[in-house]
């Protein structure tokens, strides 16, 4: 197991095979070896993961900020770096980057068709049962219904094709008593 550095604050550089670095990032513990939540790839080979410690994070930011400045951005023109900021700040989060991001996650089908184990369905059913939600939320629920992009006749006459024949359970069936008020 590798020992990472994780006592302290530090900041660190990804280089190229040809030694020029790529990103400069601070972090913490595991932070400088992995990809996940990064914007880039980390190297496959950590030899080529340089590791400064500070003791404190203003310290490790001001070193970042520093080594920014130094190498300089690709986006601006000044240098080699692929760092979207000056660091010291981590990427800012305007409205135009976080309406990106969520047009990124449109239709990100990775958990589609997978069933949940049946005693976590259980613990979500329980916590759902007798939950009211505020007339804020069904307003919205509403409104998210009404801008549903609508079915066309063929695609509505494939979809019952489809549920031909098929014994769906009712909530009797499933012994779910009604709710009263």
């Keep these: 197991m590798k020992n ?12 190229r095979d040809d030694g020029t670095p790529y990103y400069v990032g601070k972090g913490k513990g595991r ?13 496959t080979d950590s030899s080529r993961i340089l590791v400064q410690n500070f003791p404190s994070e203003a310290d490790a930011f001001a070193a970042e900020k520093f080594l920014i400045e130094y190498y300089g951005r690709l ?25 990106k991001m969520s ?22 059913a329980a916590i759902h049962t007798g939950a009211k939600r505020s007339n804020s939320a069904r307003a919205h629920m509403r409104e998210a219904a009404r801008n549903r992009p609508q079915v066309s006749d063929k695609t509505r006459r494939n979809m019952a094709k489809s549920h031909l024949g098929k ?15």
């Design 103 to 124: 047009r990124s996650q449109l239709g990100n089908k990775k958990d589609e068709g997978k069933k949940r184990p049946e005693h976590v369905r259980q613990i979500m």
């Design 31 to 43: 932070r400088a070896y992995v990809s996940d939540a990064h914007t880039f790839r980390r190297p």
């Design 167 to 181: 014994k769906y359970k009712t909530r009797k069936d499933k012994g779910i008593k009604r709710r009263t008020k």
């Design 75 to 99: 986006e601006d023109g000044t240098g080699c770096l692929r760092n979207l900021t000056c660091g010291g700040d981590g990427v800012p989060l305007t409205p135009a980057i976080r309406a």
């Design 4 to 15: 990472y550095p994780n006592e302290f604050f530090y900041t660190y550089l990804w280089l």
